[in-house]
């Protein structure tokens, strides 16, 4: 039996996690809500609070699996990428528990546990498939050819996806987090309302720098004309760009799909929580009679079962780190 205690500790979420033989018996995420006042995660608040967070939710997922701190074999922890200050208490508390338990460390990277999210529940995707990961930061389509050998074959070249989200609901005075208010607002709106560009980027690649621009000019016109543009239109406008956002995440994704003759597609990252990605993935494969893959929404956005269920596949490989190790803001896929 192997059980393996999984931190993550990347952005604003402190997650911990047990999982054992495979199995998630524990995922406990402790939310920032001090954020929320600033408009968005604000670097140094965040790393004080999981330094609040992070001793509470070890010990509830402990305590939620039933076991004894005693019995964990390993730590798995997200080494990045991500916020330095939030991964260096992650890491600095994943370092002292193996010590002073004398137990293995396992580094994760961050990206690649949102990937293998795929296997925590039944069904899970046979190797090999593709992987759209989108989030705030990152926006990427992965050739997932085994547990840990994944090859990026599409990125945004200049914003992400969960970015011009979030940066759209800046545009409409919605609260932050703003990409699911978004989201709610759209299931009432046309998305067929208001028509934004479709960047022409080659290849698998991806960008959304200039479909912010338009919506910013958009908005700014519209307000210009009348002052209750936004109040009177808000559903239509969240339909209209959430549509456009998931016409250029699937459009891609088709084309690596017709490019590798590959069936089984999932989605991972914040940004797969969206109902319009899930819904318009799920007729994508429809058509093109794919085998679909979307995760629990718990383990969409940053969370530790994530970290574990990585611990635990590099735990069988004996892939461990030393006490020497440091976080990495960005590190390498």
Sequence with gaps: MSIILGIESSCDETSASICIDGEILSNVIANQAIHHQYGGVVPELASRVHQQNIIPAVHQAIVQAKINKNHID???????????????????????????????????????????????????????????????????????????????????????????????????????????????????????????????????????SGLKTSILYFVRDQLKANPNFLIENMNDVCASVQARIVSILLNKLKKAADLYQIKDVAIAGGVSANSGLREGLIQLAAQKNWNVFIPKFEYCTDNAAMIAIAGYYKYLNKDFVGQDVAPLARMPF
């Design 74 to 208: 390993a730590v798995a922890f997200t080494r990045g990428p991500g916020l330095l200050g939030s991964l260096l208490i992650g890491t600095s508390f994943a370092k002292s528990f193996a010590l002073a338990n004398s137990i293995p460390l396992i580094e994760v990277n961050h990206m690649q546990a949102h990937i293998l999210a795929h296997f925590i529940d039944h069904p899970k995707p046979t190797f090999p498939f593709l992987c759209l990961t989108v989030s705030g930061g990152h926006t990427q389509i992965v050739l997932v050819k085994d547990y840990f050998d994944m090859q990026i074959v599409g990125e945004t070249l200049d914003d992400a996806a969960g970015e011009a989200f979030d940066k759209t609901a800046k545009i409409l005075n919605l609260p932050y987090p703003g990409g699911p208010l978004i989201d709610q607002h759209a299931k009432t709106g046309d998305p067929k309302k208001y028509k934004f560009p479709e960047p022409q980027i080659p290849e698998l690649n991806f960008s959304f």
